[in-house]
């Protein structure tokens, strides 16, 4: 498996511009969300979704959009980067763990807006 | 409002030593209590965690300490090693909890750095 995979691992956008962070989880999870985080801040919850189709707002949603058109992809988009979008995003899936759930992480994409 | 706290930001170690990272936390309905770890470069993943049915669970050389009444729970890691240095994050989240079960609330992360 290879689990969480994210691509691009970098990126530069100028203010403004658009574009879409890609996410793909190959373990049927059904969970999957978006973090961002920030120097000192943690990991900050932007979107998740519970199932293909069915997306919801987490903490910092303002600027990003979702969807979840299929199990395996949960693509975040920036829809117009400003400079406080500079940040470094993960994507996560989850399993269940008894009553809980464990989120595996991927490697993350490091986005800077100028 | 910062749902839970943690501290201290940064932690230096000699080896052999114990490492002790703490967090607090406010709503009352959080019932599962994970731990991160993250390597520079790599994204966070699960090192230990704990339901508030029991005080303390011990995986290797990590413990978690949980104190239900005062909100209060810990890691310990004893023999600190060089290959321990990483940023540790605790979490919260409500289990049983639907959709709310899913959602983990970080702290603000600790970089403990182990020297030879």
């Known amino acids: 498996n290879a689990g969480v995979t994210q691509t691009p691992k970098f990126q530069v956008l100028k203010t403004g511009q658009s574009m879409t962070l890609q996410c793909a989880q190959d373990m049927n999870h059904e969970y999957m969300s978006w973090y961002r985080q920030d120097p000192g801040m943690g990991l900050r919850l932007i979107h998740y979704s519970v199932g293909a189709g069915i997306t919801d707002q987490g903490e910092v949603p303002n600027g990003y959009n979702v969807s979840r058109s299929t199990t395996e992809d949960f693509p975040l988009r920036l829809l117009s980067a400003a400079p406080s979008q500079t940040s470094v995003y993960f994507c996560?899936?989850?399993?269940?763990?008894?009553?809980?759930?464990?989120?595996?992480f991927g490697p993350g994409t490091r986005l800077t807006v100028t | 409002q910062q749902q839970v706290k943690q501290s201290p930001q940064s932690l230096i170690v000699q080896k052999g030593g114990i490492s002790i990272i703490n967090c607090a936390y406010e709503n009352t309905a959080f019932d599962y209590f994970p731990w991160y770890q993250q390597f520079p470069g790599k994204g966070p993943a699960l090192l230990i965690a704990?339901?508030?049915?029991?005080s303390e669970k011990k995986e290797g050389r990590f413990t978690i300490s949980f104190n239900k009444s005062a909100k209060q729970f810990s890691l310990h890691i004893m023999d600190s090693q060089p290959g321990d240095s990483a940023t540790y994050f605790c979490?919260?989240?409500?289990?049983?909890?639907?959709?709310?079960?899913?959602?983990?609330?970080f702290g603000k992360g600790t970089k403990l750095s182990v020297i030879p």
């Open positions: 704990i339901r508030p049915d029991v």
């Open positions: 996560a899936s989850s399993r269940p763990l008894g009553s809980s759930y464990e989120q595996y």
């Open positions: 979490a919260a989240s409500m289990a049983d909890s639907g959709a709310g079960s899913y959602q983990l609330t």
